[in-house]
């Protein structure tokens, strides 16, 4: 009894598609269909990639930002560095295409330039970027700093800047201000994905 009502099903079914497909309006039915499961793809694509939030460690170094949002001055991923947006330009690309944004920033630890460009209405990745002060006591031959925190924790695994960091001029700086013994040197430590790097230093206070 059931083999017979599957082919009864499978009969009616035919017969009614045949009749759907000859009928006047079957082309415009199946162009609305069509249309309604791409609008149906590009949403669910939209969405999965709007609700990225990384993965594991990853998840704890960056968060999401869109695209639409960022400004000059904020730090964001281009090809995968972290970067300081120095430029944020909006376009459009053809009739029916989706406002971008071109960004372009600077390595926050190189200096290098890099440009992306995005949707506006999608996320991109930005790092969680922290600072840390910490006092400079002395400077190795092979240029590795003694930094000291409040709690007399000691360390000396960063290098002082050199002329390929962003300001060409801090390590020279931080070594005279070092030298000149007037006052204590506090060095800026910023950490972003992984890397560390002395980004800046000031005389502490009397």
Same mark, same amino acid.
Request: overall charge neutral; glycine content about 8%.
């Given at each position: 009894?059931?083999?017979?009502? =599957?082919?009864?099903?499978?009969?009616?079914? &035919?017969?009614?598609?045949?009749?759907?497909?000859? !009928?006047?309006?079957?082309?415009?039915?199946?162009?609305?269909?069509?249309?309604?499961?791409?609008?149906?793809? &590009?949403? @669910?694509?939209?969405?999965?990639?709007? %609700?990225?939030?990384?993965?594991?460690? %990853?998840?704890?170094?960056?968060?999401?930002?869109?695209?639409?949002?960022? #400004?000059?001055? @904020?730090?964001?991923?281009?090809?995968?560095?972290? +970067?300081? /947006?120095?430029?944020?330009? $909006?376009?459009?690309?053809? #009739?029916?295409?989706?406002?971008?944004?071109?960004?372009?920033?600077?390595?926050?630890?190189?200096?290098?330039?890099?440009?992306?460009?995005?949707?506006?209405?999608?996320?991109? =990745?930005?790092? /969680?970027?922290?600072? &840390?002060?910490?006092?400079?006591?002395?400077?190795?031959?092979?240029?590795? +700093?003694?930094? @000291? *925190?409040? &709690?007399?924790?000691?360390?000396?695994?960063?290098?002082?800047? *050199?002329?390929?960091?962003? *300001?060409?001029?801090?390590? !020279?700086?931080?070594? !005279?201000?070092?030298?000149?013994? *007037? #006052?204590? /040197?506090?060095? /800026?430590? $910023? #950490?972003?994905?992984?890397?560390?790097?002395?980004?800046?230093?000031?005389?502490?206070?009397?």
């Amino acid at each position: 009894r059931f083999e017979g009502f =599957v082919f009864l099903f499978s009969y009616i079914q &035919n017969k009614t598609t045949k009749k759907l497909e000859k !009928a006047p309006h079957a082309k415009a039915v199946k162009k609305t269909q069509l249309k309604k499961f791409e609008l149906r793809q &590009n949403k @669910m694509a939209e969405q999965e990639y709007e %609700t990225f939030e990384g993965t594991g460690e %990853t998840a704890e170094k960056t968060f999401p930002i869109r695209a639409g949002e960022v #400004k000059k001055g @904020m730090t964001v991923l281009l090809k995968g560095f972290p +970067c300081k /947006v120095i430029e944020v330009t $909006t376009s459009k690309t053809g #009739k029916h295409g989706h406002a971008k944004a071109n960004i372009t920033g600077l390595d926050i630890f190189t200096g290098k330039k890099y440009q992306d460009i995005s949707p506006t209405s999608h996320n991109m =990745v930005a790092p /969680v970027v922290n600072n &840390n002060n910490l006092t400079l006591t002395d400077i190795s031959e092979e240029g590795y +700093c003694t930094l @000291m *925190d409040d &709690n007399g924790e000691i360390r000396e695994d960063l290098k002082i800047p *050199d002329e390929n960091s962003p *300001d060409k001029e801090l390590g !020279a700086n931080i070594r !005279a201000a070092l030298d000149s013994g *007037d #006052k204590e /040197v506090v060095v /800026v430590i $910023t #950490k972003a994905m992984d890397s560390e790097v002395i980004t800046g230093f000031k005389l502490a206070a009397e």
